[in-house]
């Protein structure tokens, strides 16, 4: 295990950024993050038509950016020409969509942890991701985590790659052995017991959750005994846990 289930070692991880505060997924909001010395980020992964990695949540445009249509049918030259930052307020207009080398080159701290969701669900895409997380050193501080149990399964089968997966329910093609292949689960807050945290102690699996926003939803959490939260919102994290 990375962590221990001590307040003071629960990790904090920054949900596509400070999402609360500033555009999803965009380098100001990565930066900030990176700036209040979080543990780590979470962030979703994307393959372009052309093959490269971007970091966006949804499979279309429309939420977060003032462009239209499935990203994964642009090339990454068309999709720099989009707003990512204007809809979230005029004051981050002119933020675009980042690649995933763009987070790494801005990560100097060696111990920084990356949460990678593969949204994209085809193995080139999950091939490449790794690929490239090696290549910029960050072998054995990152998971991959997915809502896919065939994703997931690859990544520990193929690279021996630490994952998080969800409870089952939550899960698109679950098998018998999914969990055999998770390192780490994301319960939702809705969902959080301390009994559900205990039972995935019991499988060997680290219980995260997503996502406390709140004074009591982080002491809650932290009382059901998880040793990582993911939040939109790292300012109460950051008062109980760190004081």
């Not at 966006?56 to 950016?65: C, N, S």
């Not at 406390?212 to 919102?233: H, K």
């Amino acid at each position: 295990m990375f962590w221990n289930q001590s307040k003071e070692n629960v990790w904090i991880v920054g949900h596509r950024g400070v999402r609360a505060l500033l555009p999803e997924n965009t380098m100001v909001s990565f930066q900030k993050a990176i700036d209040l010395k979080l543990n780590g980020i979470e962030t979703d992964i994307h393959m372009t038509a052309d093959g490269q990695l971007v970091l966006h949540h949804d499979d279309t445009l429309e939420r977060t950016t003032n462009g239209t249509g499935s990203i994964e049918s642009f090339c990454y030259e068309e999709l720099r020409q989009l707003d990512a930052g204007v809809k979230f307020s005029p004051e981050y207009a002119g933020e675009r969509i980042p690649r995933l080398e763009e987070l790494l080159e801005r990560i100097e701290d060696p111990s920084f942890f990356l949460n990678i969701e593969m949204k994209d669900y085809r193995p080139e895409a999950l091939d490449k991701t790794i690929r490239v997380l090696d290549k910029y050193g960050f072998v054995d501080r990152y998971v991959i985590a997915c809502f896919n149990g065939d994703v997931t399964t690859l990544a520990h089968e193929k690279y021996g790659v630490k994952t998080q997966g969800f409870p089952l329910h939550m899960v698109k093609n679950p098998k018998e052995d999914t969990e055999s292949h998770y390192y780490a689960s994301g319960i939702g807050m809705k969902d959080l017991t301390k009994e559900l945290v205990e039972e995935c102690y019991k499988k060997g699996i680290d219980p995260w959750c997503w996502c406390p926003d709140t004074e009591e939803q982080v002491r809650n959490a932290i009382t059901a005994g998880v040793s990582l939260m993911t939040v939109n919102d790292p300012y109460p994290a950051l008062k109980i846990i760190r004081g």
